[in-house]
């Protein structure tokens, strides 16, 4: 009997003939995130798990692996289980295993005893071959323990501590304690796509349902003025991509300064400054991406929340560019968002002051505006769009954020 981490994912299992690529990058993502800690432990994968082995000298880090594991993306939940061994599956083989079995069960259940509680054991037998029924295992496991502890109380659907048998091909799994995962699906299992982060709160939240959904993130940043790179790293928008890297791995980014937009447009007077703002971003957002081999921008636009943001002025923004823009966060009430950003450790970054580019511009902004009246409006008051583009991205620096840490 030895200790190990057992590891379930969800979705994964629906992908059919893809799915041993979604493992195989689960369980890279999995090795590179506890390298990270400098943690190499074993891992196997077999029949909707993985398995990570604990050394015995090492059993003291089993808190740093179950936070690594609580932020990885296609984990649906973790454990720490007893792992026993075993062959064979003739009736006096299986007998003695069983025999076991229901002593170290008894033995959990006596640990985890609680005055007044109800239990229930769950046995899953993933191997049939193995020659006996999961509901007669069931019976028999818990009538063990009533014989054999404190413990008096069954309920088989709300029970306050559930002790769960696995039986899997010659190893069988014993545990009390599950871990939710973060789900969805590993990181880098679907394409790159570029976040345009503010300063806001629906950002960082927008950029993490990305990467919930397997999408590679990076990062890019306008700032109100030049600014080194030292003051973003720690200003509270390197410290929101710091924060999410431990969920998106790896991610870079780039921060591009407003000024030359600001310089073009200073002294006209244009009621839709706002907007013009946001496409002059989309588009310098868009041509990064382009060098990048992003396949879309995402965005923490949400419906409604503010002026430049109704329908009309994020169509106005979206149509300034031919790349996707997805928007994660569209039709979320703002509770979810600040609940969203709350479970993820991001909502007190996000709230600390900062200057952010487009507080510079109008405080009642235009509610409704066309693209087709805004494209004549940028051909009279840009002369020259893509030089001011190239000016931007052309005084672009970057930072690398892996697992949590700042590289570069």
């Known amino acids: ?21 979604f493992r195989k990058q689960l369980l890279r993502n999995i090795q590179l995130s506890l390298k990270a800690e400098d943690i ?22 089993i808190d740093v692996v179950f936070e690594k594991l609580s932020q990885i993306f296609g984990i649906t939940w973790y454990a720490l289980v007893d792992r026993l061994e075993y062959s064979g599956f003739e009736s006096d083989q299986a007998s003695k295993i069983l025999k076991v079995v229901e002593n170290e069960i008894c033995k959990m259940a006596v640990d985890q005893y609680q005055p007044d509680r109800t239990f229930c054991v769950n046995v899953r037998r993933s ?35 559930t002790f769960w048998v696995e039986i899997q091909n010659e190893e069988i799994f014993l545990f009390f304690n599950k871990k939710r995962g973060a789900g969805g ?86 009621v839709y400054e706002l ?37 009309t002025n994020i169509a106005s923004t979206t149509r300034a560019v031919d790349v996707p823009v997805l928007q994660p966060l569209l039709t979320y009430e703002k ?18 002051p900062y200057k952010d580019c487009c507080s510079l511009f109008q405080k009642n902004p235009r509610t409704v505006s066309d693209y087709r009246e805004l494209s004549k409006i940028e051909s009279n008051i840009f002369p020259d769009y893509g030089k001011m583009i190239d000016d931007t991205l052309g005084d672009m620096f970057w930072i690398t954020y892996r697992h949590g840490k700042g590289r570069r």
């Open 275 to 311: 907007v013009l703002f946001r496409r002059f971003m989309a588009r310098s957002a868009e041509k990064l991406s382009e060098k990048l081999n992003s396949h879309a921008l995402v965005t923490g636009d949400n419906l409604s929340q503010v002026a430049s943001q109704t329908l």
């Open 335 to 352: 509770e979810e968002i600040i609940n969203l950003a709350t479970n993820i450790d991001t909502f007190q970054l996000s709230i600390q």
């Open 127 to 161: 191997e049939k071959r193995f020659p006996a029924a999961s509901v007669d295992l069931e019976k028999r496991f818990g009538a063990y323990i009533i014989d054999n502890s404190s413990w008096d109380k069954v309920s088989l659907k709300n029970s306050d501590r």
């Open 40 to 61: 190499a432990w074993p891992i196997g994968q077999f029949r909707g798990y993985l398995l990570l082995t604990i050394p015995e000298n090492e059993l003291s880090r």
């Open 185 to 270: 699906l590993p990181v880098n299992t679907a394409q790159k796509v570029l976040v345009m982060l503010s300063g806001g709160i629906d950002s960082p939240v927008a950029a993490y349902q990305a990467a919930k959904r397997g999408c590679h993130i990076d990062f890019v940043h306008f700032t109100a003025s030049h600014i080194t790179k030292d003051e973003i790293k720690n200003s509270k928008i390197g410290q929101l991509v710091k924060k999410l890297s431990s969920a998106t791995l790896k991610s870079t980014l780039y921060v591009l300064p407003s000024t030359y937009f600001n310089l073009a447009i200073a002294g006209r007077n244009s």
């Open 1 to 21: 009997m030895n200790k190990c981490i057992l590891i379930h994912y969800g979705e994964i299992s629906l992908k059919g003939r893809n799915q041993p690529q």
